[in-house]
């Protein structure tokens, strides 16, 4: 063995031949070098060590400590014999922790715990991650419980963060603040706290904690119910309220005739019955006003200085009969009352005192409602009194309909009682006489006036929010059943005092926020944005007069002879024979339908008692009426067409449109109308006077629609073929241009306006005489027109009259009757000379 000093191992021994222990512990013998000595992997000689056969004095290499940094940043390294180990420090892992570390392929990485550790902070805090840390920062409500942890914060605990009377809840991160059993937050919007506490509740301010006929006593924290004088409880082992209210034993009024000494409250042990008239007798009014006026004034007054009174029926039906009685209310007839004449009793006029006895009127009856009560409805009737009372909840499925006497009130109480602490009430009531007392006369018009109504009055006792929501609907009957009906208007009763300057009444009736829905003969609908006294009011330009004879007996002549003529031209539109040009479908059915129905309103009487036969007429006469102004709008259609092919210069083969068209339009709309309308409103037809579209509900527009709408267009129809003919009659070269005959063309053009309906606008303007009669002569000889200018005029025809009597010579045939042409034929030559001037060369 041969030892070679090397510089950084010390000494290389070697061996010839190798064996195990040849160098000693921790070394091993290569005999890829020759038998040479080394130490094994993670050893070294010591500098300067002379190994020996026994030992090669090998020791451990320290790496953590020779090489900085070895395992990389974030990391610890520990030595250990022979090697090291390298490890991620807290916080941190390998990039990828399946591999082993190395600091340069997988190397040490921060740990998100904000992310990987579940409810971190514990849930209720914010983290934030920090290299190889978090932090943690606690909602509000919750401290921090160690570095890394949040818990709640019991804000509940010692104390008074809710304030006096209150009670404090603690929830997670919160607390809830309530006030004691009869206290309530300062300003209840807002939950207690030291700033807003707990005071104590006035249950008394609750109208019905107590119930019924029981007086409320607060306290602080409670309160207390004792029931009313002459009042005990259902059960005396509990306090009084709604579900254990006070019961009462009796109540006093006066009889018919009597009235109470101490006014309208009874007070047991003080209060007489005395004689109203022993009560008039023996008051002293203050100069210039009567007894009368001066003790409705004082009953008024002392309901006014006591709003909240509950009084009984009795009480209520004695105190108006009396005013009743005082006012005078009754003792004049109708025809004063309208006239503002025959008024002797509390007032100077009807006006004055009938608007006391309304103010009373309303007074008692809202005394009428108890606040403590729910749902209640209630009738009174007396021989001057009919009122109806109802009371309703806000959730409550009653309809609020209220009738007094035959007129009913139509309003939405369940809206009110949603802006009145869930109940309203209302009240509707008429008064005997009243009319008599607050007359016709009292509207400011130049008509005639009449009361068609009872005088009725609506008010919503004791509730603070009193406006409406919708307006509320009045069904007013009339006195009498009405045969022509004038206007209806719908008024109530405007108090202002005394009399104006400028002449105006204060005190009147006024139409301002009501007006009419529906009328009829019996009844009238009256819609109004607000309460008050309200009335049915016609009004005529002129006295109701009796029937006109005479004007009867001129509509039945001139029916006769229009059917006479509508006969005669129906047989001469059947039976002669007429140029293939000329198209009489449409009127030959005008002439029918207007015959037909006219010979149905000339025989009304004979049919108008028998119900259903009156019925089947009426809609039968509905149909022919809405055919025969379709025909009407038909026939100034053709007429049309065939003056714009005139002015076109085209040759005219046939006037007009094909006949299934004609039949379509002429019969086929008015079946649909009619047939649309029985459906709609079957007892529609009949009537009492004449068979007809009885006038309900709108009802007669089945047959105004489509006449009026038929009007306006055959006067748009009539107005543009004249405005059309201008320059075609200007250059006719016929016999009747030649013959300069302008009287013969303007009586066609006049005939023309009859025959197409056009008169019957004067429909519109039955209020004087005259245009009655032009209305009657005009429309019942349409036949006649049609007769004269569509059959006299034409030559054909009257040749056909000459063969049929017989008269073969010409001569017999005036010459102006020679030389009239019909509309037809006219346009027919202006059609061929407006042709030769297109078709000569120029």
Avoid at 461 to 480: A, D, G, Y
């Amino acid at each position: 063995m041969n030892n070679h000093p090397i510089d950084y191992m010390g000494y290389v021994t070697y061996h010839r031949n190798c064996v195990a222990d040849s160098c000693g512990p921790l070394a091993e013998c290569s005999t890829t070098k020759n038998g040479g000595c080394q130490c094994v992997s993670g050893y070294k000689i010591p500098p300067k060590h002379l190994p020996t056969n026994e030992s090669y004095g090998c020791q451990d290499i320290n790496e953590c400590e020779e090489t900085a940094n070895l395992c990389g940043p974030h990391s610890n390294c520990t030595n250990s014999p022979g090697v090291y180990n390298c490890s991620c420090l807290e916080g941190f892992v390998p990039s990828d922790p399946a591999l082993a570390l190395n600091p340069t392929r997988n190397p040490c990485t921060d740990v998100n715990e904000c992310v990987e550790i579940e409810k971190v902070c514990g849930g209720f805090g914010k983290c934030t991650n920090t290299p190889g840390n978090y932090t943690c920062t606690c909602y509000n409500g919750y401290k921090p419980d160690g570095p890394f942890d949040c818990q709640d914060i019991d804000e509940c605990f010692n104390s008074t963060i809710c304030g006096q009377e209150s009670v404090c809840t603690n929830t997670p991160g919160a607390h809830n603040c309530t006030c004691l059993l009869g206290f309530s937050p300062t300003n209840p919007v807002l939950d207690p706290s030291k700033a807003n506490p707990c005071i104590d509740i006035d249950e008394c301010l609750n109208k019905t904690v107590c119930g019924p006929d029981a007086n409320c006593t607060n306290s602080y924290a409670a309160h207390s119910c004792t029931c009313l004088f002459g009042y005990l409880l259902t059960s005396p082992d509990a306090i009084a309220s709604p579900l254990n209210p006070c019961l009462g034993t009796f109540h006093c009024s006066c009889v018919e005739e009597y009235y109470s000494s101490t006014g309208v409250l009874w007070e047991t042990d003080v209060t007489v019955c005395e004689s109203v008239d022993d009560v008039l007798a023996a008051i002293v009014p203050p100069e210039g006003q009567s007894k009368e006026m001066y003790f409705l004034n004082q009953m008024n007054q002392q309901l006014m200085e006591n709003p909240d009174i509950v009084l009984p029926e009795g009480s209520v039906t004695n105190s108006l009969s009396t005013a009743l009685k005082v006012s005078g209310a009754g003792t004049i007839s109708a025809q004063q009352a309208s006239t503002g004449q025959g008024w002797s009793g509390a007032g100077k006029d009807g006006g004055e005192s009938g608007s006391v006895v309304l103010k009373i009127s309303v007074l008692l009856v809202n005394a009428l409602v108890d606040p403590s009560q729910g749902r209640v409805n209630k009738t009174i009737h007396t021989p001057e009194l009919d009122i109806s009372l109802q009371v309703m909840e806000a959730n409550s499925t009653d309809t609020s309909s209220l009738s007094a006497r035959g007129n009913t009130m139509d309003i939405n109480l369940k809206a009110l009682a949603r802006n009145n602490n869930g109940t309203a009430s209302a009240v509707f009531l008429t008064v005997s006489g009243m009319e008599s007392l607050l007359g016709a006369s009292f509207l400011q018009t130049e008509n005639h006036t009449e009361m068609l109504s009872d005088v009725i009055t609506a008010t919503l006792p004791k509730i603070n929010h009193t406006q409406l929501s919708e307006p509320v609907n009045f069904t007013m009957s009339h006195k009498r059943r009405l045969a022509e009906p004038g206007l209806m208007t719908c008024v109530y009763w405007e108090d202002r005092g005394m009399e104006y300057e400028n002449g105006t009444k204060g005190r009147h009736w006024s139409v301002n926020g009501c007006w009419v829905v529906f009328s009829d003969e019996n009844y009238t609908v009256c819609s109004c944005s607000h309460l008050s006294t309200f009335a049915l009011i016609m009004q005529t330009g002129e006295t109701v007069s009796e029937d006109n004879p005479f004007l009867e007996w001129v509509n039945r002549m001139c029916v006769i002879v229009g059917l006479v003529f509508f006969a005669l031209a129906i047989l001469t539109f059947l039976l002669c024979s007429w140029n293939p040009k000329i198209n009489n479908t449409a009127r030959l059915h005008l002439c029918l339908c207007l015959f037909l129905s006219h010979l149905l309103l000339l025989l009304d009487y004979t049919y108008l008692t028998h119900k259903l036969v009156c019925s089947i007429m009426a809609g039968l006469l509905h149909f022919l009426v809405v055919a025969s102004f379709l025909w009407m709008l038909l026939e100034a259609l053709q007429l049309y067409l065939l003056v714009q092919r005139l002015s076109r210069i085209q040759v005219i083969q046939r006037e007009g449109l094909q006949k299934k068209y004609l039949f379509l339009i002429g019969y086929g709309i008015p079946l649909v109308i009619v047939g649309v309308s029985a459906a709609v409103k079957r007892d529609g037809y009949g009537g009492s006077k004449v068979c007809w579209l009885k006038p309900e509900q709108y009802f007669t527009w089945a047959v105004l629609g489509p006449v009026c709408t038929v009007l306006a267009l055959n006067w748009i129809l009539f107005c543009v073929t004249i405005w059309s003919l201008r320059p075609t009659l200007a250059n006719m070269k016929s016999d009747v241009s030649q013959s300069k005959d302008t009287r013969l063309i303007i009586f066609k053009i006049l005939a023309q306006f009859v025959i197409l309906g056009c008169t019957w606008v004067l429909g519109l303007f039955q209020s004087t005489m005259v245009f009655k009669y032009l209305f009657i002569v005009l429309n019942s000889q349409q036949g006649t027109f049609l007769y004269i200018v569509h059959c006299l005029f034409n030559k054909e025809v009257r040749d056909e009259y000459r063969k049929w009597l017989g008269c073969s010579s010409s001569s017999s045939t005036p010459d102006s009757m020679k030389e009239a042409p019909s509309v037809s034929e006219d346009l027919d030559k202006a059609g061929e000379e407006r042709q030769n001037k297109g078709t000569r060369p120029g």
